[in-house]
């Protein structure tokens, strides 16, 4: 039953987010709006991931989020759940994330999105953050 529920979660989490398809040269990259993001992490079942440096995680993050910067990623991918939701942001798209998002998405059997706008797009929109 537990599996049922956690399938039917990430369904309607995958449908929820109405993500966007972006074509890289790392191949294709899921992305996800802030309103969409917020409404996940609202509801719960997602783990936002900041993959920007710790001082700037210190200083404010989106509820619910693990520090992991992209310098210990590769140390530290283990750390991730292995399935479920992962929402990665940073400070804006880069082909440095784009290579955290594909690392990731190899190494892992949930859905991974990226933030459209990262961390300063959901600050723009006067979303939460946690402190």
Known sequence: MKLFAG???LVAALVLA????????YGPIFTIDPENARALIERGGVAPVDLRPEGEFE?????????????????????????????LYGDGPNER??????????????????????F???RR???PLER
């Open 7 to 9: 399938v039917a979660m």
């Open 18 to 25: 109405s993500p966007a398809r972006a074509d890289h040269r």
């Open 59 to 87: 200083t404010g993050r989106l509820p619910g989020a693990r520090s992991v910067p992209l310098a210990t990623l590769v140390s530290r991918v283990d750390e991730l759940p292995p399935a479920g939701v992962i929402l």
């Open 97 to 118: 994330l784009f290579r955290a998002y594909h690392f990731i998405r190899a190494r892992r059997a949930g859905a991974v999105y990226l933030l459209d706008g990262g």
């Open 120 to 122: 300063d797009g959901w």
């Open 125 to 127: 929109l006067g979303y």
